[in-house]
């Protein structure tokens, strides 16, 4: 019994994206793009990336082009192209041996002339089977031997130019073969006035197809779609050919005269031939290929082959994405499919809807100067999966409270505002519901649903306000350490956690290499590692202390990653010095801005990054002379050392 309304069926979905497929994982998308970035790509180079790797559950365009040339050398490894003159050679031994066995125990002169027919029969097969076309068979089974030589030539012929030609006109007879050869007919009357530019075109094309229809699957809709899947199948023809030896060629030339028995269809695709060529010249009509398998293939197969080949290629250019204006809908997913299954199509799909999402959520921007970079709402979110990692992190480490919400919380005022995106304030229930019923209400709705617009939270004040200034190392030896990542996902966690939990905190970043420079998170995380000599940590305090001056009503908190003691300072006329090993001018001026931040009641926290003895010995004596202190994580567990201490240095 079928339970199975009328009228409806079940099957693969075709029709574009899968509406029932999971939706894009844009966040792991945009981990790895961010991650890339930080590491020194540019958000354009690193989308691109992304789309070659691919994702854990979707094959990239590197894995699928690399499966397209596996399937390309499979065909070329496989197969050979001279099945057809095989198989004629067969058949036309096999006619022979008949005849001449139906002949040898006659005794009568008849016999012995066309046995001496038969051996003075030329060479080669198609001088043969020309040679037999008009001699009188004795042999019942020779005669069809000889007849199915000429049916599959005929076949075969159309096939290479017809797709599906071989098995429709198998054991046709006079009246099939004559209406094959009115079609050619018309086919090319078609074409010429079409190339004559007749004004009756449209309803020429309409005539034909209604009585020769069945010949083409593809189902043109107006000559000029008649003409590409013509050309592009000629052309495979023809290229096919050019990859046979002369001699085969030759061969096939002079066979094809036999087609049917009849020369003129042979005469009809030349002329077809001629017609497409002019037609459509941008077809490949000259390039070959090389086979070298064992495989014979016959002409509509090896036609076959020379289109996946074509397609193969095609499909290759347009997963390398290397010609301008290149987007992931230009892939034949159709294509895609035919030649690598089902699977690969999905993939396909999913990579250009995962590129598709990621643009269209405005995740890049343009900067102003014309660069495409990581838009406010990509950072935010690359900062939320930085600071999950590090409250994890300090969420591992044993006998420490919960710190994801420390501080987040003051004093309530008892006042309610609607919830903001960020909030950390704890619900007004009463409000809430209060605020769901009458939404529900006024909206006609049979039962009460809650709305993230009905959520109210209580006010509260903060209990204090904080000046944060986070001085990164930007020196080489930061990159080539490997320290490059880790420092940016610190500031992203931090910037974060500030931005949406302590909102009226003030923090400003700045980086130092040979000079020190106060920077948008953007910025930094855009930053490319730069070969440059100098870490002058002395600028970068003067800018941290001029940061805390502007705010001299909230707590002062510095801290500083660094892997190198100080090498540069600031002169009066705004130039840096450098000198390595460290002047004693340097570490003066550097230790004069930490006295500077004490008196402003800032205590400095310096992030260790390396075991050098010189570099321990002054990071020691820096934070002895802030009241700081120095903490030496390891590169994964900067973020959750600097965000720690932040959240430590704010409670105290």
Same mark, same amino acid.
């Given at each position: ?47 691109? /990336? ?128 004559? $209406?094959? #050869? ?42 000029? /779609? ?40 042979? $005469? ?212 080539? /350490? ?21 909102? #009226? ?148």
């Amino acid at each position: 019994m079928s339970f199975l309304p009328e009228g409806y069926s079940y099957g693969p979905w075709h029709d574009g994206p899968d509406p029932l497929a999971p939706p894009a994982d844009l966040r792991d998308a945009l981990d790895e793009i961010g991650r890339d970035v930080m590491a020194g790509a540019s958000p354009r180079s690193a989308l691109e /990336e992304l789309l070659r790797r691919g994702t854990p559950r979707t094959a990239g365009l590197d894995e699928l082009t690399r499966r397209l040339w596996q399937r390309r050398s499979e065909i070329q490894r496989r197969h050979r192209l001279d099945g057809t003159l095989q198989e004629v050679q067969w058949l036309l031994d096999q006619a022979l041996e008949a005849e001449r066995r139906e002949l040898f125990p006659d005794p009568d002169d008849d016999a012995r002339f066309r046995e001496a027919q038969l051996d003075a029969l030329p060479p080669g097969t198609a001088a043969a089977v020309r040679e037999l076309a008009e001699y009188d068979w004795r042999s019942r089974e020779g005669r069809e031997n000889y007849e199915k030589i000429r049916d599959l030539l005929g076949r075969e012929l159309l096939d290479s130019r017809f797709e599906g030609m071989k098995e429709a006109l198998r054991n046709a007879g006079p009246e099939q073969v004559e $209406q094959a #050869n009115r079609m050619l007919a018309d086919l090319n009357d078609l074409l010429a006035a079409h190339a004559q530019g007749r004004e009756d075109v449209p309803e020429r094309f309409a005539e034909f197809m209604r009585q020769h229809g069945e010949f083409f699957p593809e189902n043109p809709k107006n000559v000029e /779609e008649l003409i590409d899947v013509l050309a592009a199948r000629a052309a495979a023809a023809q290229r096919m050919l050019n990859s046979m030896t002369p001699e085969q060629r030759a061969e096939l030339a002079e066979l094809s005269q036999q087609a049917f028995g009849d020369p003129r269809l042979a $005469q009809q695709l030349s002329t077809l031939d001629a017609q497409l060529r002019a037609l459509r010249p941008g077809e490949d009509w000259t390039s070959s290929e090389r086979f070298r398998g064992n495989d014979p293939m016959g002409l509509g197969e090896g036609a076959r082959a020379m289109s996946d080949l074509a397609e193969l290629d095609a499909l290759a250019e347009q997963l390398g994405q290397s010609y301008p204006g290149a987007r992931l809908e230009d892939i034949d997913v159709d294509a895609l499919r035919r030649q690598l299954g089902p699977e690969a199509g999905v993939d396909a799909r999913r990579l250009s809807e995962l590129e598709r999402e990621l643009r269209r959520q405005g995740l890049f921007e343009r900067a102003p100067d014309g660069t495409l970079r990581l838009s406010p709402k990509a950072l935010r979110r690359l900062g939320e999966t930085a600071l999950a990692d590090v409250v994890n992190s300090l969420r591992g480490k044993t006998g420490q409270r919960e710190t994801e919400s420390a501080g987040a919380a003051g004093e309530p005022t008892g006042a309610t505002r609607p919830w903001r995106f960020g909030d950390m304030q704890p619900w007004d229930v009463s409000r809430t519901v209060r605020n769901s019923v009458l939404r529900s209400v006024s909206v006609g709705e049979r039962s009460v649903r809650m709305d993230v617009s009905d959520v109210e939270v209580i006010e509260t004040e903060h209990r204090s306000r904080a000046a944060v200034a986070l001085l990164v190392d930007t020196s080489w030896s930061m990159v080539q /350490e490997g320290r490059w990542l880790p420092m940016k996902r610190t500031a992203l966690a931090l910037h974060q956690l500030i931005s949406t939990r302590f909102r #009226n905190d003030a923090l400003q970043l700045i980086t130092f290499g040979r000079y020190a420079t106060s920077v948008e998170l953007a910025e930094l995380v855009g930053l490319e590692g730069a070969w440059e000599q100098g870490t002058n940590a002395h600028h970068a305090l003067l800018l941290a202390g001029r940061h805390l001056r502007r705010h001299p009503d909230a707590q002062p908190v510095v801290l500083m990653v660094t892997d190198g003691e100080p090498t540069a300072h600031l002169e009066p006329d705004g130039s840096a010095e450098f000198d390595y090993p460290p002047q004693p001018r340097t570490l003066l001026k550097t230790l004069s801005e930490v006295d500077r931040m004490a008196k402003l009641g800032a205590s400095v926290t310096v992030f260790r990054l390396g075991d050098d003895p010189r570099l321990t010995e002054f990071v020691d004596l820096l934070a002895r002379r802030s009241g700081g202190r120095v903490v030496a994580p390891d590169l994964d567990g900067l973020g959750a050392a600097v965000v720690g201490d932040y959240l430590r240095t704010r409670k105290r």
